[in-house]
């Protein structure tokens, strides 16, 4: 009687503080393995999904940053369309001060100017930087969700 009385209790003082453990002393030792290794797993994925996302917080902001200071880069490296604006009305100017029979040869002004290799080939890997950046932010905002 003293013996059922104390499991009595024992039962009560478990449950009454909610541990799991009351649930699984009646079980075999697989069901104890399972609850375990659930327990274990279920632990793991969330320490990883936090750090996980972590990380894709990370990335995204460096991304981010990364990406505007390459646009800055990129912007600075572009023709400069007020030169060719400025050479037109230099000769407009001429033109009406010297009268309308001195006209400027205005053939070599050309929109597109040739540029070195070298330039192109900084552009192309500024761009090219640009889109993988972009392509980080993105991969990283669908991780998140």
């Known amino acids: 009687m003293l013996d059922q009385r ?12 909610g541990l799991p453990i009351a649930a699984e002393r009646d079980k075999d030792a697989d069901s104890k393995f399972w609850a375990t290794c659930d327990k274990v797993s279920t632990q793991y994925d969330d320490d990883f999904l936090t750090r ?19 646009s800055t880069f990129i912007i600075g490296m572009q023709p400069h369309p007020g030169d060719t604006t400025n050479v037109l009305l230099l000769h407009m100017i001429q ?11 205005i053939s070599n002004l050309s929109s597109s100017t040739g540029y070195p290799s070298s330039t192109i080939w900084m552009q192309t890997l500024a761009y ?13 905002v669908v991780g998140k969700q």
């Open 95 to 105: 033109i009406t001060v010297n009268g309308p029979n001195s006209v400027p040869d």
């Open 52 to 70: 996980a996302n972590d990380d894709m917080g990370i990335i995204l902001t460096f991304a981010g940053l990364f990406s505007a200071v390459n």
């Open 128 to 140: 090219a930087s640009l889109a993988f950046s972009v392509l980080a932010a993105f991969g990283a």
């Open 6 to 17: 104390s499991k009595t209790d024992e039962k009560i003082l478990n449950e009454r503080q």
